[in-house]
């Protein structure tokens, strides 16, 4: 991967679909603000914000202000103000085709502007259920259709989740492929573009400490496990028809998953690795209808009083599972999925915990290594090993740490944050950080047969706040 980022020269159309939502307001905004100030952004960019809301072009660039203000610390005003005058509001109905004439017009009166026939990208950052409407109708306008010729590129960027189950992403891909080549499709995984998240193929395949043990021999369990303070409360019409599974699980969790166990790939192209990514997921045990009694399911207290969910909602809000691989290097290794909202704590991490070293051998006392990714907060790689404990025990020994952590290196002050990596990526037309069809695909197929088992399993209520290891075991007294 190439460190140092290329100014993109190109005149770029971003045409963002639910310009005011959460997404937007709290990711893509920030995002985009910052790679404008880092020079990133294609010089000639127009952003074209398509909402239903009721905005000018003056109320909407100071909402945008404010979803700025509220993530970065005293932007440049200078800066803000340069970025804000790219924007340009359309109020439309994403199920109306009138709305999507004006689109063109406005496009076209883009290219206009810059004298040339633009790069297009339309980013749908709306709920998967308004996909298809938005697809069809882009399409219907010839808006899919790019240049020609010399003329920019058209590309799309969807947003997880990818469909809802097996058969509805299969069906939103059909769509897709019609509408665009390979090549012009973004599935966007923000946590594929996680910088700590990329660290783990990097860390994997260049240190010979870990590599060769990299096995069922020498692992005994993994945790995958993305914990989040924060409820539902500003999304719930969006969360609740999903739940956790599909919102995190069939995605980021499954993500940092096929990272921790795929094989060494073919050359590091975006190919080769979306393959080897792909191959870990094909190999997940399918969960029947026996284990799948042993997932657990929590919805946390006030849930159901959240705006947009269902009253009676029965939406999981946590889940925790054990997933196998069937191939003969993690063979009968247990790699736990956990997440869940309203937790006590804010956290992502994966733990590699390794077998003790005795090995069987019973004459010391047994002691485990174990390997921890903090994805987030607070990015590292830490080791827990053993030593002896200073003193005249030759025996006692006490546990020690190894630790890189991000935030203590001056090079990695500034991580990018993934909405950056993920427009960026898509603007330079790299694909390694997003999901093929193969990938989402072999996901849904884990996914989809624990969604339709997994109805009898106990949805156990859990106070806001409660830590994860209580929500297991209050579930297992159950
Ligand atoms: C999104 C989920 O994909 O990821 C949210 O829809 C979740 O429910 C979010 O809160 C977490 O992302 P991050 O980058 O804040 O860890």
Redo the contacts with the bound molecule.
Sequence with gaps: MNSTPKPIVEPTVLVIFGATGDLAQN?LYPALFDLFTKGLLPQKIAILAFARRDFSDEVYRKFVQAAIVAKKNNPDPVQLVNFLSSIRYIKGIFEDDASYRTLADVLASADKAFNVCANKLFYLAVPPSLYENILNRLSRSGLTIPCGGDGGWTRVLV???FGTNSEAARRLDRLLGKLFNETQIFRI???LA?EAIQNILVFRFSNALFEPIWDSKHIERIEIR?F?K?T?AT?GA??DP?GALR??GQ??LLAMLSLIAMEYPKGFSATAIQKERAKVLKQLVPINSISVKKIIKGQYAGYKQEKGVAPESNTETFFSLIAYLRNSRWRGVPIELTAG?ALGE?K?EIHVHFKDVNMGRGDIECHRNTLTFRI?PNESISILFWVKKPGFDNQAVHPQTLSFNYHDSSETKMLPD?YERVLYDCVRGDQMLFASTEEMEAAWKFITPILEKWNKNPLKTYAPGTPFDQIISNHKNL
Excluded: I
């Design positions: 990711k947003e997880k989740p995984d923000h946590y996680k993305m989040e924060e539902a999304r969006f969360y999903l919102d995190v995605n980021h909202k804010s992502t987030q993934a």
